[in-house]
């Protein structure tokens, strides 16, 4: 008896499940499972049909070639998400405490306008950064450059200048999230701990460092967390602002993300771009495996 | 003394308010200056000094973009590929996450632990794979086929949040329900699913964002010009890059995002309860 409405209970479970199932498998599952496949072959442009299983080689070329642009692609990545994230948790920390100062009367209208970035289409906004501020012939940035008389500088064209610029918008889209979690982790908080943090200047800072950071830290961590992952999976600024197919700007920067679209779908070595999908996604499991034996640890500790 | 500390906290104030409106202006300028441009009559070149608010106004830039582009079939396309997806993502999600959520059984456990994993792959490194996978069926550069696409992907995203706050949803109305003898389907439908309503919207919330943002997927697969959506479009028309057709190209954009801008506002209240629930955000 007890066992047949179990068993009835586990079939209610699959049915209601299979149709979501059934998707994820379709686009996801299998997708994976099929590069994986590639990843083993010589696939690309030329042997579209004739490939052949050639092994671990693609793996070998990514990891260990040095010239093959990946370990340049990770190394770059790293630093990215780093700097992004560093920067990202000091400015929304102080933004955040800024809004909370007592008295300050229109702080929900400055919330409301510094959540435009994170309302509009990432990748609308993108492109009005590209074309409307970096553009060399007629971005705002190069006006104003004019208008100093200074000479105009192509910023897209050059590595450094390029990731420095990627970084700000970078910065730009990803900031209202992190403000609005520290917002309300700092309103969760008893309001004694950021009250007349202007005023109080160094006072604030000690008080910070001792008491509001390792308050707010295990509210803001699932949303620090998800960020970290968001960063290092970032592919719409870097692809958009430099590596648009057909009109990069000169910049060889990637991310592992860009990277492995841009050997499948401009060098077309669809092989080697699938193991370069399979370490990342490699890369990915074991990070949030380690991510979550950690947490698990520091809430037992 | 005490007048003193007042008064210093008066001009700390008055310079907080200063800092913050220069700020909220900084980080509007991209936004500002397509404005701007969109409606500026000289262009905005090079050399000709520009203001934020234009000395001749035109409505030419859009004019262009809503007569001489296809705009209204991006628009068109768009609404029933972000509609049906959200459809279609809801209705198999809502009794899959209901399982999840309620029902104990062997392998409940595997497939949460599967769907956290999953959502960690983002779509793009599979990207070839499916193109190759779905090329012989017919559904490149079809409807149908992104469909699918955007659904698979959306549908992780949906059981989690669904799950997560289905969890929060005590037990207890159910079975009370249960034993005044409603069905399952009946008891989903007239007692959780008006209690998870905020949990609803948001999930179709964010599908409607993901397929209205999506668009390295749409410009690889939608290749014929009918089947643009609005993202396939707006890239055709940047990827031009003339001088010519940057305000035109900067009406679009304030076209595209005015609906997202409205629906992110507007639903905005739901966010925090809505997602905060399984700790994922899409």
């Known amino acids: 008896m007890h066992r047949s409405k179990n068993l009835k209970n586990a079939l209610m479970a699959w049915t209601s499940l299979s149709p979501a199932l059934i998707f994820i498998g379709l686009i996801i599952l299998f997708p994976i499972g099929y590069t994986f496949y590639i990843s083993l072959t010589n696939m690309n442009i030329f042997n579209w049909f004739d490939f052949r299983v050639v092994g671990l080689g693609n793996y070998r ?34 933004m955040a405490s800024l809004l909370n100062v007592q008295k300050l009367k229109y702080a929900r209208v400055y919330k409301t306008i510094l959540m435009f970035p994170w309302a509009m289409p990432g990748y609308v906004s993108i492109l009005l950064w590209r074309h409307g501020i970096f553009n060399a012939q007629f971005g705002l940035l190069n006006q104003w450059l004019y208008q100093l008389g200074m000479e105009p500088r192509r910023w897209l064209a050059d590595d450094l200048t390029a990731f420095v610029v990627c970084m700000i918008v970078n910065l730009w889209l990803a900031l209202p999230f992190m403000m609005m979690i520290m917002d309300g982790a700092l309103k969760s908080l008893d309001k004694s701990y950021y009250e007349s943090a202007l005023i109080d200047g160094a006072g604030w800072f000690t008080r910070s460092v001792r008491l509001t950071i390792p308050a707010i830290r295990p509210i803001i961590a699932p949303a620090v967390i998800i ?11 870097i692809y958009l602002m430099t590596q648009q197919v057909g009109a990069q700007t000169g910049a060889n920067i990637h991310t592992v993300l ?27 499991i074991a990070f949030s495996l380690l991510v979550t034996v950690l947490r698990k640890r520091g809430q037992s500790a | 003394m005490k007048l003193n500390h007042k008064f210093a906290q008066k001009i700390g104030l008055l310079l907080l308010n200063v800092f913050f409106i220069a700020l909220c202006f900084i ?62 993502a809801l209705s198999v999600s809502v009794p899959g996450a209901y399982a999840l959520s309620r029902f104990r059984f062997g392998g409940r456990q595997k497939v949460f632990s599967g769907l956290l994993l999953l959502h960690a792959f983002p779509a793009i490194l599979s990207m070839f794979a499916i193109f190759r996978l779905l090329s012989p069926l017919g559904l490149i550069n079809s409807r149908m086929g992104i469909l699918i696409i955007y659904v698979g992907t959306m549908t992780v995203f949906g059981l989690l949040n669904l799950k997560g706050y289905f969890d929060s949803i005590p037990i207890e109305i159910e079975e009370s329900a249960a034993m005044d003898g409603a069905g399952m389907w009946h008891t989903i439908k007239s007692i959780l699913l008006p209690l998870a309503r905020p949990a609803l919207i948001v999930t179709g919330v964010m599908v409607m964002i993901f397929v209205w943002n999506e668009y390295i997927y749409a410009i690889t697969f939608m290749t014929g010009a009918s089947n643009y959506t609005l993202a ?47 700790g994922v955000k899409g």
Do not use: C
């Open chain 2, 232 to 278: 396939v479009g707006l890239y055709t028309l940047q990827a031009t890059e003339m001088t010519g057709s940057w305000p035109v190209f900067a009406a679009a954009s304030i076209l595209v995002s005015l609906p997202i801008l409205f629906i992110f506002f507007a639903t905005q209240k739901y966010m925090t309860t809505g997602l905060t629930a399984g």
């Open chain 1, 258 to 284: 860009t990277y492995a679209y841009e050997s499948a779908f401009v060098t077309r070595n669809y092989g080697y771009s699938s193991a370069v999908s399979i370490i990342i996604f490699a890369m990915l």
């Open chain 1, 61 to 94: 070329r990514a990891l260990f070639v040095f010239d093959s642009g990946f370990l340049r692609a990770l190394w770059i990545t790293v630093i990215w998400t780093i700097l992004n994230m560093v920067l990202q948790l000091v400015i929304a920390f102080v």
């Open chain 1, 227 to 237: 960020t970290l992952f968001t960063t290092f999976k970032q592919f719409d600024v």
């Open chain 2, 27 to 88: 980080v509007l300028i991209p936004i500002l200056y397509a404005l701007s441009i969109s409606f500026n009559a000289q262009g905005g070149l090079l050399g000709s000094d520009f203001r934020f608010i234009p000395r001749a106004f035109t409505l030419d830039h859009y004019r262009a973009v809503l007569v001489d582009q296809p705009l209204f079939l991006w628009f068109g396309n768009t609404l029933v590929l972000a509609f049906s997806a959200v459809g279609v």
